[in-house]
């Protein structure tokens, strides 16, 4: 099972972006679908956003236009491109391999 690794998260103000990475223990090339989620609290965990190995994205409705999902199959690490940061997109964001691979989470606070 491929293990993953997610940095990035930090305390950013209303209208900054950040920029999180998710490091794979192995190769992602064959890896079909990986995607973002996350959890803000007292909510359930929630998809972000997907991408399938052919490069064809998914986002949720409340990140279309603001967030962009990437992958780099030769560095194995997928990221997460997050402009206009809202407070509401205060959450831990986890990635996963959809399949059961998860990481331990990356804390984004959108604060002034």
């Known amino acids: 099972q491929v293990q993953l690794v997610e940095s990035g998260g930090g305390l950013v103000q209303p209208g900054g972006s950040l920029r999180l990475s998710c490091a794979a223990s192995r190769s992602i090339r064959s890896i079909y679908d990986m995607g973002w989620y996350r959890q803000a609290p007292g909510k359930q965990r929630e998809l972000v956003a997907t991408i399938t190995s052919g490069n064809k994205t998914n986002y949720v409705n409340s990140v279309k236009g603001r967030f962009t999902i990437s992958r780099d199959n030769a560095k194995n690490t997928m990221y997460l491109q997050m402009n206009s940061l809202k407070p509401e997109d205060t959450a831990v964001y986890y990635c996963?391999?959809?399949?059961?691979?998860w990481g331990q989470g990356t804390l984004v606070t959108v604060s002034s």
């Open positions: 996963h391999d959809g399949q059961q691979a």
